[in-house]
């Protein structure tokens, strides 16, 4: 990835960073003066924005927290910022021994939470908009519409991998598509059937409690993609009481 000595926004990919690609691409650690070019250590300003931070291996992450510490109070005329994002909450991850305790501190100082597409989905007519124009470029297709009824389909559903599944999937309908309008038969089995099925739980009447509430604490998890902390909130619970709820019926091995 290049680097440039003027101010400029960079982003890395921490799903694409195989083990030592930290300590020998992007960070300087050896006696090779040549090695120093396209190394964070020699960005003197901008923003770095790692993407995924929560799938950033162990090892890389100590190689992470080494680099902020070391620019933490860094020279004067150094201006870097670092942005990271995360789908998956990084208490849980701490909590689990997969991210350092104090890289999470770190990197926690100003903390934004963005909603999950199904809580905003008055931002969906616009989204489709913006992603309909960048394939309409990517492809060199004529301007693409979505009927009504498409529309109303894509509002009904819950998007469980949120923007990124929205926009791989309306780029799937136009290439399959044979018209310029997108139409309900364009739109995924998967998704229609979502709709149809809602969040309905098979809850029968003569059911123990401990089976009812296996099921809701199953059919939560699996709504909000196995985020504990967004399902504990839901349940109206506390977070270790969810973890021991989870042992209990041992979800974890399902």
Request: hydrophobic content about 40%; some cysteine; aromatic content about 10%.
């Amino acid at each position: 990835m290049p680097f440039s000595d003027e101010k400029g926004f960079y982003k890395i990919l921490c799903s694409n960073l195989p083990p030592g690609a930290l300590k020998g691409k992007i960070f300087y650690r050896d006696s090779d003066v040549s090695s120093k070019m396209n190394t964070l250590d020699q960005l003197p300003s901008g923003t770095i924005y790692f993407e995924d931070i929560h799938l950033l291996p162990y090892p890389l992450q100590n190689e992470f927290i080494d680099f902020l510490e070391e620019n933490r109070f860094s020279r004067s005329d150094k201006d870097l910022h670092i942005i990271t994002s995360t789908e998956v909450p990084l208490e849980e991850e701490v909590t689990r021994g997969m991210f350092r305790n104090d890289l999470f501190y770190f990197l926690n100082a100003v903390k934004i939470e963005v909603p999950s597409l199904r809580e905003r989905k008055e931002d969906i007519p616009f989204l489709i908009d913006v992603f309909l124009k960048e394939i309409e470029e990517g492809i060199n297709k004529k301007t693409i519409k979505i009927s009504k009824e498409a529309l109303n389909l894509l509002l009904e559903y819950h998007w469980p991998g949120n923007i990124t599944e929205l926009k791989n999937t309306l780029e799937g309908m136009v290439i399959l598509s044979v018209s310029e309008m997108i139409l309900p038969e364009d739109i995924p089995v998967h998704i229609k059937s979502g709709v149809a099925t809602g969040r309905s739980l098979q809850i029968e009447v003569g059911m123990s409690l401990e089976q009812a509430e296996k099921i809701l604490i199953w059919e939560t998890l699996k709504a909000n993609r196995f985020n504990k902390s967004k399902s504990a909130q839901i349940l109206g619970i506390g977070l270790r009481t969810l973890y021991r709820k989870i042992e209990q019926y041992n979800l974890d091995k399902q």
